[in-house]
């Protein structure tokens, strides 16, 4: 007789007893197990966010560099009582709180992100938080009234994605050749920072009576180098006698070289009916929907 066979005429156990069947358990209920009287899970959903520079103009030092794009969390409550304390004079520092509370990757903070991918962020959070319609008071052109415009955030595109531009990531610099004087010019693009430091500058030196000159002072910090030349002196002195329209085209290149939001879309007056193309107003009250 074989072990196996042993096994096969064993006496049948009359204590044993069968498990009882347990339900089956809904997704929807982690953290109170089968007693949640919510039917609501309890983990936040997340989703991707395509960047409209796909990770390609930051440094290589960048946490962003080569990210096409980020993960954030849907908005909660926590979120909507940052956002009730949203006005005027605060809404750039709450809009930036909101972006580092959402991601979900805490490498990285909104300091980091160009403006352009900030931008697909706020819409995506917009979105998701109260919905694909986007209701704004302006002013229409047909029948001269404040009126409400319906936009859909399902709409929001990227344009401009330029495959010719020139950007060194190990340096963090973008090469350009101007209109006029034909030179080769690296700039680094201005930081967040960068900008509120020449607004501190331009009020230091306007309450002591200096003389300030914007233009000089933003090309001076976003010039890496002329023809290869560095020395912040020679760069100084050339742009004191530079053409106005090179100066222009170096405040404004990153315009039209950069992948950006597009948020233009038809949309109908609620007073007369007229139907005009218009880009989503981005203000301060983008996230109150009290106003």
């Given at each position: ?15 044993f007893?069968?498990p ?20 609501l899970?309890?983990v ?30 849907h908005?909660?409550?926590r ?15 709450v ?20 403006e ?10 917009r979105k ?10 302006s ?16 709409k ?7 495959e010719?531009?020139?950007f060194?990531p190990?340096s ?35 309450g002591?009576g200096?003389d300030?000159?914007y233009?000089?002072s ?19 002195n ?8 090179d100066?222009?085209f ?11 939001i ?12 007229t ?11 983008f ?5």
């Open positions: 007789m074989t072990r196996n066979s042993k096994k096969l005429n064993r006496k049948p156990n009359t204590n007893k069968p009882i069947p347990q339900p089956e358990q809904n997704p929807n209920l982690q953290g109170f197990g089968a007693d949640n009287p919510f039917g899970s309890f936040v959903p997340t989703e991707m966010v395509n960047l409209p520079s796909e990770g390609k103009y930051y440094p290589a030092s960048s946490p962003v560099h080569g990210k096409k794009a980020v993960e954030i969390r908005m909660t409550a979120e909507e009582d940052l956002l009730s304390s949203i006005d005027e004079t605060n809404s750039e520092n809009f930036e709180r909101l972006i580092d509370g959402l991601l979900v990757d805490k490498t990285i903070s909104s300091f980091d992100f160009l352009e991918d900030k931008m697909a962020i706020l819409y995506n959070a998701t938080g109260y919905g694909k319609d986007y209701k704004a008071i002013y229409c052109d047909s029948c001269k009234d404040s009126t409400e415009f319906i936009f859909d955030l399902e929001v595109s990227i344009k401009n994605q330029n010719t531009v020139n060194d190990e963090g610099c973008f090469t350009v050749k101007l209109p006029v004087t034909g030179l080769e010019v690296k700039l680094r693009r201005m930081s967040s920072n960068d900008i509120e430091s020449l607004q501190t500058e331009r009020q230091k030196k306007q002591l200096i300030f000159n233009t000089i933003y090309l001076a910090r976003a010039i890496f180098s002329v023809n290869e030349v560095q020395e912040k002196k020679m760069l100084l050339l742009l004191e006698i530079l053409p106005a329209a100066a222009k170096m405040m404004n290149y990153d315009k039209n070289l950069f992948p950006q597009d948020t233009t879309q038809e949309v109908a007056c609620t007073v007369c009916g139907v005009a193309e218009r880009e989503v107003p981005l203000s301060w009250a996230f109150r929907t009290d106003v």
